[in-house]
């Protein structure tokens, strides 16, 4: 099983700033590697997949870099409704895994 | 657009079995996998597995004992049944669709999710 950390675990930051989150897996993915915003109540919302693509209606402020074990998550300039719990998926080997999240906190 | 909907029952005995249905309406149900994620309370996400329209399977190993998904593609619905369920089961349950992109993909359309409960 492929295991994902993600890290920092929390994030405190500010609207307007910038927040960078990682996600490093045990093993090389390629580019199979999607990110996750998660707010309490609602059921997740895919953010990235392909490591760098967009999902559909996904505002460009949001943006995913990386390959083979080391990715990143960034949002250029938080919105209020950025603040949310973020986690990485991987889809590349089965079963599918997901990293333990960060929290983007004001 | 495509829309998923899940029910079951939310308060289970020990022992019992977990039992919970998805509905896929709005969209092609064919073509895709169809999966189940939990979050237990407090804790992060946990891919339990995926089944297409043929019935095809994966399970995650760690509950692959007890889980069966199943697909009733006359209903465009899928299930879940996971047997001899512990308080360790409790968590939010959610139905998802798998994106196609090469491989079974991430999860692009969710259910509203199912807080199962156990309780003695």
């Known amino acids: 099983e492929i295991v994902l950390m993600q890290s920092p675990g929390t994030l405190s930051l500010s609207p307007g700033e910038r927040a960078t989150l990682s996600c490093r897996a045990s093993?090389?993915?390629?580019?199979?590697l999607a990110w996750y915003q998660h707010k309490p109540g609602q059921a997740p919302r895919l953010l990235i997949y392909g490591a760098s693509s967009r999902a559909t209606g996904i505002p460009d402020r949001f943006s995913g870099s990386g390959s083979g074990t080391d990715f990143t998550l960034t949002i250029s300039r938080l919105e209020p409704e950025d603040f949310a719990v973020y986690y990485c998926?991987?889809?590349?080997?089965?079963?599918?895994?997901f990293g333990g999240g960060t929290k983007v906190e004001i | 657009q495509v829309q998923l909907r899940q029910w079951g029952a939310g308060l289970l005995k020990p022992s019992a079995t977990l039992s919970l249905t998805c509905a896929v309406s709005?969209?092609?149900?064919?073509?895709?996998?169809w999966s189940w994620i939990r979050q237990p309370p407090g804790k992060g996400l946990e891919w339990i597995g995926e089944v297409n329209h043929s019935g095809s399977t994966n399970y995650n190993p760690s509950l692959k004992s007890r889980v069966t998904i199943s697909v009733d593609t006359a209903k465009n619905q899928f299930s879940l049944r996971l047997s001899s369920v512990t308080a360790a089961d409790t968590a939010v349950y959610y139905c998802?669709?798998?994106?196609?992109?090469?491989?079974?993909?991430?999860?692009?359309?969710w259910g509203q999710g199912t807080m199962v409960t156990l309780s003695s």
């Open positions: 093993q090389s993915l390629s580019s199979y």
């Open positions: 998926q991987q889809y590349g080997s089965s079963p599918l895994t």
């Open positions: 998802a669709r798998q994106m196609v992109v090469g491989v079974p993909g991430p999860s692009d359309i």
């Open positions: 709005g969209g092609s149900f064919s073509g895709y996998y």
